[in-house]
């Protein structure tokens, strides 16, 4: 059973490029998070979503960055227009079942983000 | 709001010696707590975990015990190795909403020498 997959695992962009970071859970998991690691801290929630809805957006910027996990295909993380403080690594989790709150949570390897 | 407090690191051990990293936390009901490593260059892995109080997680050696009463959930090994050389973070579902997203703390880097 393969884990989360994310790609790329390094993004390099430069300012004002778009970024795009794909998601693939866990085979039979249909809940994704995406996480934002900086430099030297812990992992701050973005987005909680199921198939073609997001649940939980609390964490996400309110400009330039959007989520959508479709009925096919894997997650996406969009970061329009890139600022230098957008460099991080960004991580996706997924758990098998719904809004459980004992779920176990399984993390892909991240996209390490380098903004020039 | 919720948090989680760990202590500040690097923590530096001579390989076989005991380990403590203490983690505290704030929460509003009753959330389920975890530690995850994360070694360098990869994405987090599930430690141990523990859904109520006085709940004990334990795995490869690691454990952790719910304490409602001090808000906390200490992680401890007895012997520690070189390959244990991680970073450590210490998390809880945050129980509002019931989303079951994760609310971390900073980590704690655990450097063991041989």
């Known amino acids: 059973n393969a884990g989360v997959m994310q790609n790329p695992r390094h993004l390099v962009r430069r300012r004002g490029q778009e970024a795009r970071l794909r998601c693939s859970p866990m085979k039979g998991h249909s809940h994704v998070y995406w996480y934002r690691q900086l430099p030297e801290e812990g992992l701050k929630f973005m987005v909680y979503l199921q198939k073609e809805n997001i649940i939980d957006e609390s964490g996400m910027p309110k400009e330039r960055f959007s989520a959508e996990f479709p009925k096919e295909g894997p997650s996406i993380l969009r970061i329009q227009q890139v600022v230098r403080g957008d460099s991080a690594a960004y991580f996706c989790?997924?758990?098998?079942?719904?809004?459980?709150?004992?779920?176990?949570?399984?993390f892909g390897p991240g996209t390490r983000l380098t903004v020039l | 709001g919720n948090s989680v407090t760990q202590m500040e690191g690097p923590v530096t051990l001579s390989e076989e010696a005991f380990l403590t990293i203490n983690c505290t936390y704030t929460a509003t009901g009753y959330p389920s707590l975890f530690w995850y490593v994360q070694y360098p260059g990869e994405g987090l892995q599930l430690l141990l975990k523990?859904?109520?109080?006085?709940d004990k997680g334990s795995n490869k050696g690691f454990e952790a015990t719910y304490r409602k009463e001090t808000t906390s959930f200490h992680l401890e090994k007895g012997s520690v190795q070189v390959s244990d050389s991680a970073v450590y973070f210490c998390a809880l579902s945050d129980p509002s909403g019931n989303t079951g997203k994760l609310i971390f703390g900073q980590g704690t880097t655990l450097q063991v020498k041989p």
């Open positions: 989790a997924s758990s098998p079942q719904a809004r459980g709150r004992t779920d176990t949570q399984y």
């Open positions: 523990a859904t109520k109080a006085d």
